[in-house]
């Protein structure tokens, strides 16, 4: 079984964001954010969730940043 490295999965998510149109995409949190954008977050890792390694898990946070359509008035 072949063992998928950590930073290919944010890679590949990265990758696939980009094919949204005008959508950018960043590693990081940018100083200044210009919508529509998203940002893919580190990997987080929950280990030995069940007895001797049955279960591990992993999730990413992948923000969506988009501009307000209109005030509130």
Same mark, same amino acid.
């Given at each position: 079984?072949?063992?998928? !490295?950590?930073?290919?999965? $944010?890679?590949?998510? !990265? ?8 959508? /950018?995409?960043?590693d990081l949190i ?7 954008? =998203? ?13 001797? $390694?049955?279960?591990?898990? =992993? ?8 501009? /307000? ?5």
């Amino acid at each position: 079984m072949a063992m998928t !490295k950590i930073n290919d999965i $944010r890679e590949a998510l !990265k990758t696939n964001l980009q094919n949204i149109t005008n959508l /950018r995409v960043y590693d990081l949190i940018p100083d200044v954010i210009v919508p529509p954008c =998203a940002v893919v977050g580190q990997l987080d890792f929950t280990f030995d969730i069940d007895n001797m $390694r049955g279960l591990d898990q =992993a999730s990413v946070d992948v923000y969506v940043i988009v501009q /307000r359509i209109s005030e509130r008035s």
